[in-house]
């Protein structure tokens, strides 16, 4: 398969761990941080979908990623989400990560109203841009299934030429290869991660950055040796092991069963709590759980 000269790297949404009054447990968080970059993850992007991004407060998001930095993550290997319904929200999240130093910000589109056109979604990617200032740094966050508001093809392009390299990327978690195919085609000057490590190959060979994906908080070591053997004999082997891990987990209330493999490779159960309305796993998932974490590296 023909590689492009781009760095394909893994981004980890990482987990929120949560203490037993349902608060932020910073130390946990901390911890399961650096593991996924001792463990290969070139980088992290939490808050977003997995880390049940939208049942945390602005402060919390601002108080979570400030530990990180303030723990030794370099600010370059952070893509936090901080996309939310209210643009003043935004802003917020947006501003901060940007002084702290961080890669760029992981942004949602308004989700809340449904049927809005291309042209409400770009004036509130501009209003939001505009707000912060030139040093922002934007990965467009496409999730239809759960925003029901699509990033199209047209509103990338008018993004792009409105604000150039201030529009850094695109997470594509649609599910669709072909989306995620012409994105990478028609604009190739940005960064575009799938959400399956399952698409590495076809992603790197178009020309795009890698991934983002929920089941690398478990497999963050075979994802990683995917990456770096993408063009050497063990490619098959590796590709069917993060292919593995990731089909367990697709037939899983995915959040609840990720945070449960999370506790169990590191017999910690605190790990496993989840804010509502989401529920911990209960005994029917449990050894899909513990064979996803069988096979993970």
């Given at each position: 398969?023909?590689?492009?000269?781009?760095?394909?790297?893994?981004?980890?949404?990482?987990?929120?761990?949560?203490?037993?009054?349902?608060?932020?447990?910073?130390?946990?968080?901390?911890?399961?941080?650096?593991?996924?970059?001792?463990?290969?993850?070139?980088?992290?992007?939490p808050?977003g979908?997995?880390?049940e991004?939208n049942?945390l407060?602005?402060?919390?998001?601002?108080?979570?990623?400030?530990?990180?930095v303030?723990a030794?993550?370099s600010?370059?290997?952070?893509?936090p989400?901080?996309?939310?319904?209210a643009?003043?929200?935004?802003?917020?999240?947006?501003e901060?990560?940007?002084?702290?130093?961080?890669?760029?910000?992981?942004?949602?589109?308004?989700?809340?109203?449904?049927?809005v056109?291309?042209?409400?979604?770009?004036?509130a990617?501009?209003?939001?841009?505009?707000?912060?200032?030139?040093?922002?740094?934007?990965?467009?966050?496409h999730?239809?299934q759960?925003?029901?508001?699509?990033?199209?093809?047209?509103?990338?392009?008018?993004?792009?030429?409105?604000?150039?390299?201030?529009?850094?990327?695109?997470?594509?978690?649609?599910?669709?290869?072909d989306?995620?195919?012409?994105?990478?085609?028609?604009?190739?000057?940005?960064?575009?991660?799938?959400?399956?490590?399952?698409?590495?190959?076809?992603?790197?060979?178009?020309?795009?950055?890698?991934?983002?994906?929920?089941?690398?908080?478990?497999?963050?070591?075979?994802?990683?040796?995917?990456?770096?053997?993408?063009?050497?004999?063990?490619?098959?082997?590796?590709?069917?092991?993060?292919?593995?891990?990731?089909?367990?987990?697709?037939?899983?209330?995915?959040?609840?069963?990720?945070?449960s493999?999370?506790?169990?490779?590191k017999?910690?159960?605190?790990?496993?709590?989840?804010?509502?309305?989401?529920?911990?796993?209960?005994?029917?998932?449990?050894d899909?759980?513990?064979?996803?974490?069988?096979?993970?590296?």
């Amino acid at each position: 398969m023909t590689m492009t000269s781009r760095k394909i790297e893994l981004f980890v949404p990482a987990i929120t761990p949560f203490a037993a009054d349902l608060s932020v447990d910073t130390a946990r968080f901390v911890a399961h941080a650096k593991a996924l970059i001792a463990g290969g993850a070139h980088g992290l992007a939490p808050f977003g979908t997995t880390s049940e991004a939208n049942s945390l407060s602005v402060t919390e998001r601002m108080a979570a990623l400030e530990a990180l930095v303030e723990a030794g993550i370099s600010p370059q290997q952070l893509i936090p989400g901080t996309g939310c319904c209210a643009a003043a929200d935004t802003i917020t999240l947006s501003e901060h990560a940007t002084r702290l130093g961080c890669r760029g910000v992981l942004m949602l589109p308004p989700f809340f109203y449904k049927g809005v056109s291309d042209a409400g979604v770009f004036d509130a990617y501009a209003h939001v841009i505009e707000a912060v200032g030139p040093d922002l740094r934007v990965y467009l966050y496409h999730i239809p299934q759960m925003s029901g508001v699509p990033i199209t093809l047209l509103l990338i392009e008018r993004l792009i030429d409105a604000y150039g390299a201030q529009i850094a990327g695109l997470k594509d978690s649609s599910g669709d290869w072909d989306n995620t195919a012409a994105v990478i085609a028609a604009f190739p000057q940005i960064d575009t991660y799938s959400a399956s490590e399952s698409l590495i190959p076809e992603n790197a060979a178009k020309g795009g950055a890698g991934c983002i994906s929920a089941s690398s908080n478990v497999n963050p070591g075979g994802i990683r040796a995917l990456i770096d053997r993408l063009n050497g004999p063990e490619h098959h082997a590796l590709h069917h092991q993060v292919s593995q891990v990731r089909k367990i987990f697709e037939g899983l209330p995915l959040i609840p069963a990720i945070k449960s493999a999370v506790a169990l490779q590191k017999d910690d159960n605190h790990y496993a709590r989840v804010r509502p309305p989401f529920t911990v796993t209960g005994l029917e998932h449990a050894d899909a759980v513990a064979e996803a974490v069988r096979v993970a590296r």
